[in-house]
C-alpha cells in the first residue's frame, strides 16, 4: 500500500512540473504567453524579441576628448547638463566597437528619451542618488560599472573621473541590428527645396558645437568647442545627418553635488527644428506625442524629412 501511495505522488508530481514548467520568466516581464486548447493547453512558441540597443552616457567636457568609440555609433544625441556644459547619448545598433568611453553619469531626461526604445541597455556611470531608484523601475537594463564590474575598466590616458570605459561585447553579445533604432527617424531621398548651407554652430551656455559640411567625404564634419572632433584612434567624426531639434529646457527637481540644478530637457511634445543634409538646411517640425514612441520628422508643408543613411545627430536646443 505504502509504494502504491508513493507511486500516485511521483506521478502526480511530474503532471503538475509538466503543466507548471516552461521558460523561466527572468524577472523583467510576464512569462511566456499560452494558448488553450484540448488536453490542458500547450505551451506557445515565444514570441521573437524586440531588438535592444545599448546606449551608453558620454563624457564631453574638454578632459574627456578624445572620446573613443563615438564614430560607430548610430545615433548621438548632444544634450545641455550642469552649468551649460554638455554631455553624448550614443546609440549603437548596427556595430559594437571594441571599446567605448569616456562613461559618465545619467540625468533624469534621459528616462524620457531612452522610452522610444525596447529595453534598452544604458551604461552609465552613476546619477544623483534620489535618481537611481527611478532608473531600477524604468523599462530599461541598468548597466553600471557597479553592477557589471568586468565590462569597465579605468584607462590610463585621462585622470579620474575621465577615464572610465566600456567594453561593449561585455553587456550585448553582437550588435542587435537597425530594428532596435525605433526612433520614428525615416531615411531615404531628400525632399525638394532646402537652403544651401555650409556650415552650422549650436551654441549651449558652456558648451557649442560646429558641423561643417564636407562634399568630398558627404558628411557633415563636427567640432567641439571650437576644435575638430576625432576619436582616440585620430579619425574624424562625421555625420549624414544633423539635427537641431528646438526644445523646452526647464530645471530638473535633481541637482548636483554644487547645488547647481540639472536641466531637463523635454523630447516629447512638438516644435521646430534645422534638418542638415547633402549641404542643405531644411525647416522641420517635430512631433513625439506619447514617450513610449520615437520622434516623427516632416517638412514645413507636412511631407516626411527623411534623413541620409549613417551617424545621425541630434543636438537639443533651446526653443
Not at 203 to 220: C, V
Request: proline letters at 8%.
Amino acid at each position: 500500500m505504502t509504494a502504491a501511495l508513493l507511486a500516485t505522488l511521483l506521478v502526480g508530481a511530474a503532471a503538475t512540473a509538466c503543466t507548471e514548467g516552461g521558460s523561466p520568466d527572468d524577472g523583467r516581464g510576464d512569462p511566456p504567453s499560452r494558448t488553450g486548447g484540448t488536453g490542458g493547453g500547450t505551451p506557445a512558441s515565444p514570441a521573437p524579441r524586440a531588438a535592444s540597443p545599448l546606449v551608453v552616457k558620454i563624457d564631453n567636457v574638454p578632459g574627456a576628448r578624445p572620446q573613443t568609440g563615438l564614430d560607430d555609433a548610430d545615433l548621438v544625441y548632444a544634450e545641455q547638463v550642469e552649468g551649460g556644459l554638455s554631455r553624448l547619448m550614443a546609440v549603437y545598433a548596427t556595430r559594437l566597437p571594441r571599446v567605448v568611453g569616456p562613461v559618465r553619469s545619467a540625468r533624469e531626461s534621459d528616462l524620457e528619451l531612452l522610452r522610444q526604445f525596447h529595453d534598452p541597455t544604458l551604461a552609465f556611470s552613476g546619477a544623483q542618488r534620489r535618481l537611481l531608484p527611478l532608473f531600477d523601475k524604468a523599462p530599461l537594463r541598468a548597466a553600471p560599472p557597479e553592477r557589471r564590474t568586468a565590462a569597465y575598466y579605468r584607462g590610463t590616458d585621462k585622470p579620474l573621473p575621465h577615464n572610465l570605459y566600456l567594453r561593449p561585447r561585455r553587456l550585448l553579445a553582437s550588435a542587435p541590428g537597425a530594428d532596435a533604432l525605433t526612433t520614428g527617424f525615416r531615411y531615404g531621398a531628400a525632399p525638394a527645396g532646402g537652403t544651401a548651407e555650409t556650415t552650422r554652430t549650436v551654441r549651449f551656455p558652456a558648451a557649442r558645437f560646429t558641423f561643417d559640411w564636407s562634399a568630398e567625404q558627404r558628411r557633415w564634419l563636427v567640432s567641439m568647442d571650437g576644435a575638430p572632433t576625432v576619436t582616440a584612434e585620430r579619425k574624424r567624426v562625421a555625420a549624414s545627418t544633423v539635427v537641431v531639434q528646438y526644445v523646452k529646457i526647464r530645471a530638473s527637481r535633481y541637482h548636483d553635488y554644487l547645488g547647481n540644478k540639472t536641466p531637463y530637457t523635454e523630447t516629447v511634445g512638438s516644435g521646430t527644428a534645422k534638418v542638415l543634409r547633402d549641404g542643405r538646411s531644411f525647416d522641420a517640425v517635430w512631433k513625439r506625442p506619447l514617450a513610449t514612441g520615437g520622434t516623427e520628422f516632416t517638412t514645413a508643408d507636412g511631407a516626411p524629412m527623411n534623413f541620409a543613411g549613417g551617424q545621425v545627430w541630434v543636438v537639443f536646443a533651446k526653443a
